[in-house]
């Protein structure tokens, strides 16, 4: 009760000092009522700024000018005196709250767009905005909304465009700002929301946030899903909207922390030279997916997370699917592999652990932990192995198994059937421990018969089981 009553006495105090509403020329007016003020999520009731205050700036990136041509909203010499093509896709990218690090990956992102494909990139710069306490940022990039909604307006009407022409990217607190423009412009093609900023936005009114109806296609990348709470999440935990849109729970590596929120954009980056990098796979949890039980993409089904997302198949605005996919800690992001591992060994269980690395033709990966419990020969076990290098193609498997106790028996084990699926490109290898050594007619005939009916062309083939904390090398046959 009495944090209902402080909270109602701070949302009065803000409204009766505040006004109630502020209009900016074209871009209309903009109220500090709920949904925009005085609720749960946005407990202060705060006016964003002007658009002068804000300080919004259109950088122009094409083929013809590698550096920047800024554009003045809404004054025509600006725009025909500049290399922006009416003919041409235009993508416009809203970054989030300012990093002094890395303050200006809009531009290099358009750098890398163009290097890709021929379009006007836009990279929309706020940085006057967005260095304000965070509500005032979340309340500004309202106005950045509006005034990109203005520019796409202005540029429809110039050039004669349809709104299918266009696709904006916003990062944390401006894929809220592409929301806004979205919900203001009928028909836009795309909205790009990379790890949209949960706090003052989060179970908010659909008009406050990024949602689903902002545009015919929305895809988003969550990669910094803790509670705000936390104190260490910065992106929204949960989907952007109702079933109209790709909504991808990105999962990145074990470092889970606020230092992911800027990892989304560079997912992003990366989606653009590696088209088939990405593939998300559709799972119910974070948990199936680790344990290796959704790798499996029907009918080539998977969408593309990033760039390239509105090109898969699967991606028809009308499923939602939370769709995962493990990234490494440097580029090339996108390492991971399935590992299905049948075990060989005596008649009886053992209790112990199980390893396997890969080796390829860059280098090789570090033992990666297949299974805790009980040895079982003759069953399968499955892992989703995210590799740490990248390796390239992999020219072997090799395996290792202890268990720390004293085993009079010597008992060995080894793989007598591995098989790898390649996240990026679903690409798959089958290992194989064809017989026992006692019957090596028999095994060289299984292999030529396996080898010309069953398996894909890479293979790799052993004949051995192996002792404690030895490593078993599976070379290709």
């Known amino acids: 009760m009495l944090v209902l009553d402080w909270s109602i006495t701070v949302v009065c105090t803000c409204c009766s000092a505040a006004a109630l509403e502020v209009c900016y020329d074209e871009l209309g007016c903009f109220e500090d009522l709920p949904p925009w003020g005085g609720t749960a999520q946005r407990p202060a009731a705060i006016l964003p700024w002007s658009p002068q205050e804000v300080g919004t700036r259109f950088l122009l990136f094409t083929q013809k000018n590698r550096y920047y041509q800024t554009l003045l909203s809404l004054r025509g010499f600006s725009i025909q005196a500049s290399n922006y093509g009416g003919r041409r896709k235009t993508r416009f990218v809203i970054p989030g709250l300012v990093v002094t690090d890395d303050e200006d990956w809009p531009q290099e992102m358009c750098k890398v767009l163009l290097s890709t494909e021929n379009v006007n990139c836009i990279a929309v710069?706020?940085?006057?905005?967005?260095?304000?306490?965070?509500?005032?940022?979340?309340?500004?990039?309202?106005?950045?909304?509006?005034?990109?909604?203005?520019?796409?307006?202005?540029?429809?009407?110039?050039?004669?465009?349809?709104?299918?022409?266009?696709?904006?990217?916003?990062?944390?607190?401006?894929?809220?700002?592409?929301?806004?423009?979205?919900?203001?412009?009928?028909?836009?093609?795309?909205?790009?929301?990379?790890?949209?900023?949960?706090?003052?936005?989060?179970?908010?009114?659909?008009?406050?946030?990024?949602?689903?109806?902002?545009?015919?296609?929305?895809?988003?990348?969550?990669?910094?899903?803790?509670?705000?709470?936390?104190?260490?999440?910065?992106?929204?935990s949960r989907p952007v909207g109702p079933p109209s849109e790709l909504d991808a729970i990105w999962q990145g590596d074990s470092r889970f922390d606020a230092c992911n929120h800027a990892r989304a954009y560079l997912y992003y980056e990366e989606s653009l030279v590696q088209p088939r990098g990405f593939v998300g796979f559709p799972c119910s949890d974070s948990k199936a997916f680790a344990a290796g039980q959704c790798f499996s993409c029907p009918d080539g089904s998977c969408p593309l997370m990033g760039h390239h997302a509105d090109k898969s198949a699967g991606t028809d605005g009308v499923s939602k699917t939370k769709y995962f996919l493990n990234t490494g800690r440097t580029a090339p992001f996108s390492r991971d592999f399935r590992v299905s591992l049948t075990l060989d060994g005596p008649s009886w269980p053992n209790p112990g652990f199980m390893y396997v690395a890969l080796a390829g033709q860059y280098g090789t990966t570090q033992e990666h932990q297949?299974?805790?419990?009980?040895?079982?020969?003759?069953?399968?076990?499955?892992?989703?192995?995210?590799?740490?290098?990248?390796?390239?193609?992999?020219?072997?498997?090799r395996f290792r198994w202890n268990n720390h106790i004293l085993n009079p028996m010597r008992p060995r084990y080894g793989a007598s059937r591995v098989a790898l699926q390649r996240g990026s490109d679903q690409e798959t290898w089958v290992a194989l421990l064809s017989t026992p050594l006692c019957c090596p007619l028999l095994a060289a005939l299984r292999m030529t018969w396996l080898s010309s009916f069953l398996l894909p062309s890479m293979q790799f083939c052993g004949m051995e089981t192996v002792v404690e904390n030895a490593v078993q090398a599976v070379p290709p046959c």
């Not at 079982?376 to 390239?392: F, I, K, N, Q, S």
């Open 370 to 397: 297949l299974h805790v419990g009980t040895l079982v020969p003759g069953r399968t076990y499955d892992m989703l192995l995210d590799a740490e290098l990248d390796v390239g193609r992999v020219e072997e498997v």
């Open 125 to 236: 710069e706020w940085k006057k905005g967005a260095r304000t306490q965070y509500a005032q940022a979340a309340n500004n990039a309202r106005v950045v909304g509006a005034q990109v909604a203005s520019m796409l307006s202005f540029l429809m009407g110039r050039y004669k465009q349809t709104a299918d022409k266009f696709h904006i990217i916003g990062h944390g607190v401006g894929a809220h700002a592409a929301g806004e423009a979205g919900s203001r412009t009928p028909g836009l093609a795309r909205i790009t929301g990379l790890d949209p900023a949960e706090p003052y936005f989060q179970d908010t009114d659909a008009a406050v946030r990024l949602d689903a109806g902002d545009a015919s296609f929305v895809d988003a990348i969550h990669t910094d899903a803790l509670p705000f709470s936390s104190g260490l999440g910065l992106g929204m």
